[in-house]
């Protein structure tokens, strides 16, 4: 360290501190770029719990259809095909619903699933006296609960996925708008932040080089003339340092000249 230079010595850490900032504001803009994806993941969750609400949709509609055909006719075969189609299809709304539950996260739609699940276990009950009476061929009082109280039933349980597909768009839009909203900010503030480090790093750069580096050196040279000359015997002792203001670094060549008048 005793062979660098002054101005070396104090530009470094001004330069190291420029560098640490810059880091830093770097570390900050990637940091955000991972939050955001993260909040990209979130709204992710919300359009598959959107598509598995599409697809239990798409199932119970087709479930009423199944219900309806196996109502109207009077081969057996027809009914057990129909009857193992309409396990099928119970099967896989269950399986729906279960993959649904994982994403649920707010009381309301909670509230909204735990309706569902009631009004979906009702029209079962309904489902599965109509499905008694077909195959009891009961024909009249089949079509009668599939065009009455079944279809009543259907349509709450399509009422309540329209609700609760309303909610997770409702969510979902509100989840992209405050992580857009975040980056943005955040991001804003990192660039402001990093603006502010280069302005503050050429100030201190200006303020060591004309405050501190550049006074030094030309004490430096002046004396090192003012002791060229005393070695030569050319009347080094007549000249003096340039001293200006009142720092620590004009005292010092104000001394030096003190010094030099008394010799």
Do not use: W
Not at 37 to 54: H, P, V
Not at 82 to 109: P, R, V
Not at 240 to 261: L, Y
């Amino acid at each position: 360290m005793k062979n660098i230079s002054i101005g070396l010595k104090v530009m470094l850490p001004v330069i190291l501190l420029a560098f640490i900032l810059a880091g830093t504001c770097y570390s900050n803009v990637a940091s955000m770029d991972r939050m955001m994806e993260a909040s990209r993941e979130i709204s992710g969750n919300y359009a598959k719990s959107m598509s598995l609400l599409g697809d239990v949709s798409t199932s119970f509609e087709t479930l009423e259809k199944v219900a309806y055909a196996h109502s109207v006719t009077s081969n057996e075969e027809n009914m057990r095909r129909h009857e193992e189609e309409m396990g099928e299809i119970c099967t896989e709304i269950d399986s729906l619903c279960a993959d649904y539950e994982k994403y649920l996260e707010f009381n309301n739609e909670k509230e909204a699933y735990n309706s569902f699940k009631e009004l979906y276990t009702t029209y079962l009950g309904i489902f599965e006296e109509t499905i008694k009476q077909s195959v009891n061929n009961n024909t009249i009082q089949a079509l009668a609960l599939v065009n009455g109280d079944l279809a009543t039933a259907g349509s709450e349980v399509f009422a309540k996925i329209s609700e609760m597909r309303g909610i997770n768009q409702d969510y979902m839009d509100m989840a992209v708008a405050d992580s857009e909203n975040t980056y943005k900010n955040a991001k804003k503030a990192s660039f402001a932040l990093f603006a502010a480090a280069a302005i503050v790093a050429v100030l201190s750069v200006l303020i060591c080089v004309l405050g501190i580096t550049r006074p030094i050196l030309k004490s430096s040279k002046e004396l090192a003339v003012i002791i060229d000359g005393i070695e030569s015997e050319q009347g080094g002792l007549t000249k003096r340092i340039s001293v200006k203001g009142r720092d620590e670094i004009a005292k010092m060549g104000g001394g030096i000249n003190t010094f030099i008048q008394t010799l």
